[in-house]
């Protein structure tokens, strides 16, 4: 079963939370993850530039942090998987990019949690790899072309 739990702190941006849970256990069983407790904490700019510095040190805001939790590293084994998201920067990088915000922020979560399923942004090919799963991932679930990897970067 894959849980999911979603805590809004940034509540200036309306967001579907059950098309989020979807968003979350269509991803969970792409990778066949069968077990898993996913924890999402929607924050603002200020929220995210503290726990930017107190997780990873690095200084400003960034969309998401991601963290896997779990005991065991096995393929089968349950997973407890927490994402932070900035809702303040999916707002304002959705009006700028010309999408909803809620896409906006279904790519943050989705990123956060392909980083937790083994994926890697370090290098340019690793990074064209990861948006381009976010855009396949995205599309198909009906939120469109969100990262738009071969037109954009971030």
Same mark, same amino acid.
């Given at each position: 079963?894959?849980?999911?739990?979603?805590t809004?702190?940034?509540?200036?941006?309306?967001?579907?939370?059950?098309?989020?849970?979807?968003?979350?256990?269509?991803i969970?069983?792409?990778?066949?993850?069968?077990?898993?407790?996913?924890?999402? /904490?929607?924050?603002? %700019? +200020? $929220? #995210?530039?503290?726990?930017?510095?107190?997780? &990873?040190? !690095?200084?400003?805001t960034?969309?998401?942090?991601?963290?896997?939790?779990?005991?065991?590293a096995?393929?089968?084994?349950?997973?407890?998987?927490?994402?932070?998201?900035?809702?303040?920067l999916?707002?304002?990088?959705?009006?700028?990019? /010309?999408?909803?915000? %809620? +896409? $906006? #922020?279904?790519?943050?979560?989705t990123?956060? &949690?392909? !980083?937790?399923?083994g994926?890697?942004?370090?290098?340019?090919?690793?990074?064209?790899?990861?948006?381009?799963?976010?855009?396949?991932?995205?599309q198909?679930?009906?939120?469109?072309?969100?990262?738009?990897?071969?037109?954009?970067?971030?």
């Open positions: 079963m894959i849980t999911v739990r979603i809004k702190h940034f509540r200036a941006v309306s967001i579907e939370t059950a098309r989020l849970r979807t968003l979350v256990k269509a969970c069983e792409r990778f066949e993850v069968r077990e898993a407790v996913v924890s999402i /904490g929607i924050v603002n %700019d +200020a $929220e #995210m530039t503290e726990f930017n510095m107190r997780f &990873l040190q !690095h200084e400003g960034t969309d998401s942090l991601s963290f896997d939790l779990s005991d065991s096995g393929p089968e084994d349950a997973k407890l998987f927490d994402l932070i998201v900035n809702g303040e999916a707002a304002r990088e959705a009006a700028r990019r /010309g999408h909803k915000a %809620d +896409a $906006e #922020m279904a790519l943050y979560v990123h956060g &949690l392909l !980083h937790n399923l994926f890697n942004d370090a290098t340019p090919a690793q990074a064209k790899r990861m948006h381009r799963m976010e855009d396949e991932i995205l198909h679930l009906g939120y469109g072309l969100v990262y738009n990897s071969d037109a954009e970067t971030r």
